[in-house]
């Protein structure tokens, strides 16, 4: 398809004069053409088109836009018809809620004949307007800077409706769009319009008939009369509709509220704010940070809950430490009995003899010596006593500063009467260095005292010269070890782990929960235990655990043999002071 376009000029040359000229040059133009649809523009055109259309394209269809406001008998029977809706009540109808107070209206048109016919039409739909109790000024005919003075003077109780001027009370022309940013910096009142093109140009607000819009309705009733679908001999297509802009710039500077407007009038210029540039990014934002916020909530309240299934089990384990530690004392009921006895019959036997030498006459050195010994077998009761109470009483797990070196001391002087009984030796090889670490005495002590017992029970059926239980502590890396090994019946090759594990047990009565208790008290001090067959025989038990700086103040531990030996059950009581 081929398309022409031919403009009339009559706006701008209002001459008759031009007339024949035009007329020859466009009918040449057409001459060897086929032209199957002519579409006129405006009122202007119609009026061209009706009486020269059969001189120049001679039966070719014609299609014709014109004002709304025209009528559709005036159209000859060969056109097509297409109504544009100016929509001057809409224009007038906008200016009621931005201009509520207002009284008075202007029109400001041009001098030509068109402006003369839009600046009627305008007039007489101001005045059928029943919303506004208004007076209508017009004002046409005038120069250019004539309208410009007089509108400075008006104010926001005054509407000012501008329709076109193509040509001025001077005969210079113009291009209407040209005349309203002038006219708008220098008006006091704000100046509504009916044309998209005035848009941008300091126009308050129209209601406007886009030219798109127009030009796709006409292209779109061509095409149907082309392919046959519409008849062209007086065919009416839909009118097209108007829609509502504003200038919230304009409005805003007048002082007149924006928002006042219709729902479905398209806000143009808007001032920039911070939510509506950034509207997306702020609910973006606002909901990463709910997010956040919930995330944050959802870890306090996991980790609330997880203090108090921390402190929970914590305490468990300190009931369940306690009550493994009832049970060691249990097994070591019998020799613990034993050891404290010794001491007890040997007070009983100096006591007998102390009085027995009153009656006899006072002998003052054997009676120093009787008590001494007497002192001395009760200090050591006492002891037995105090580290059974200790190992027993409940208390609190607290992490301090501690030499293990010393804390297995008195774990060892809790085992040396069941070794006794069992016929074991204990070779002790303790660390020469003191062996600081981060932890809880008792629950140390309990480490040692289940490992030593299991180990205890393993060598039960083991040839007496082999019942030996190695004890040793050494530095290792950032920490130090503690070593017990046994020559007894050993650890399953494939048990590895599971040792540590709750319920698992080798023992006929055991109940599992030894080794496990070893390993969670190991690991709450921030150590690893570990299970190795012994070279010979027996199995051998390793805890790690770290090391910290001695502090300034430490306890001066006394040197100890490397190897010391308890001896069996029958020793005399005067030489049962110690067991290493």
Not at 33 to 62: C, R, S
């Amino acid at each position: 398809m081929e398309f022409y376009t031919d403009t009339l000029h009559e706006l701008r040359f209002d001459s008759a004069e031009l007339m024949p000229g035009f007329l020859t040059l466009l009918k040449k133009n057409c001459e060897h053409k086929q032209i199957d649809n002519v579409i006129g523009l405006t009122d202007v055109a119609f009026d061209f088109t009706e009486h020269y259309h059969a001189k120049i394209w001679p039966g070719a269809p014609m299609i014709i836009t014109r004002a709304a406001g025209s009528r559709p008998k005036d159209i000859p029977s060969g056109f097509a018809y297409m109504p544009v809706n100016f929509d001057i009540d809409g224009t007038l109808a906008t200016a009621k809620p931005s201009q509520p107070s207002a009284r008075r209206l202007v029109i400001v048109s041009g001098a030509a004949k068109l402006d003369r016919r839009f600046a009627k039409r305008a007039t007489s739909g101001a005045r059928a307007r029943q919303f506004h109790d208004w007076t209508v000024d017009v004002r046409s005919e005038l120069s250019v800077p004539e309208p410009q003075h007089r509108l400075s003077a008006l104010g926001t109780d005054t509407a000012v409706l501008y329709t076109t001027t193509y040509r001025d009370n001077n005969g210079r022309t113009h291009l209407p769009y040209e005349l309203v940013a002038p006219m708008a910096k220098s008006s006091g009142a704000p100046i509504y319009g009916e044309y998209p093109s005035y848009l941008g140009h300091e126009m308050a607000a129209e209601s406007v008939i886009g030219f798109e819009t127009t030009g796709h309705l006409a292209g779109t009733l061509a095409a149907s009369i082309l392919i046959g679908k519409t008849p062209a001999r007086r065919a009416i297509a839909a009118a097209s509709t108007s829609r509502c802009i504003a200038d919230a710039g304009v409005l805003g500077k007048l002082g007149l509220p924006a928002a006042a407007l219709s729902e479905n009038c398209e806000l143009i210029n808007v001032p920039p704010s911070f939510w509506r540039e950034y509207r997306v990014v702020m609910l973006s934002a606002v909901g990463v940070v709910l997010l956040q916020a919930l995330t944050i909530a959802a870890l306090l309240w996991q980790r609330r809950h997880r203090r108090i299934a921390e402190d929970e089990a914590t305490l468990r384990l300190d009931e369940l430490s306690r009550a493994a530690r009832f049970a060691s004392a249990g097994e070591l009921s019998a020799s613990i009995a034993h050891e404290v006895g010794q001491p007890l019959g040997a007070i009983l036997s100096n006591a007998d003899a102390a009085g027995m030498m009153l009656k006899s006459g006072p002998e003052t050195g054997e009676l120093h010596s009787i008590l001494a010994d007497i002192r001395r077998d009760a200090l050591r009761a006492n002891q037995v006593v105090q580290r059974l109470r200790i190992l027993l009483q409940k208390h609190t797990t607290t992490l301090d500063p501690l030499d293990l070196n010393s804390a297995f001391d008195e774990g060892l002087a809790l085992l040396g009467p069941e070794c006794r009984q069992r016929q074991i030796v204990i070779e002790a090889t303790m660390s020469t260095e003191s062996a600081w670490v981060l932890g809880d005495r008792v629950q140390l002590q309990q480490v040692l005292i289940n490992l030593a017992i299991n180990a205890l029970d393993a060598m039960e059926s083991t040839f007496a010269p082999n019942r030996i239980l190695s004890v040793s502590t050494r530095v290792s890396g950032k920490g130090y070890e503690l070593a017990v090994a046994d020559r007894g019946h050993g650890i399953p090759a494939d048990a590895g782990q599971r040792v540590f594990n709750s319920l698992y047990t080798t023992k006929p009565h055991g109940m599992g929960l030894g080794l496990s208790i070893v390993r969670t008290i190991v690991t709450t001090h921030g150590g690893q235990v570990w299970a190795a067959v012994r070279e010979g025989g027996g199995s051998t038990f390793t805890v790690w655990l770290p090391a910290v700086p001695e502090p300034a103040m430490s306890i001066v531990r006394p040197e100890i043999s490397k190897v010391s030996e308890t001896t069996a059950v029958g020793t005399q009581p005067e030489t049962q002071g110690g067991h290493l």
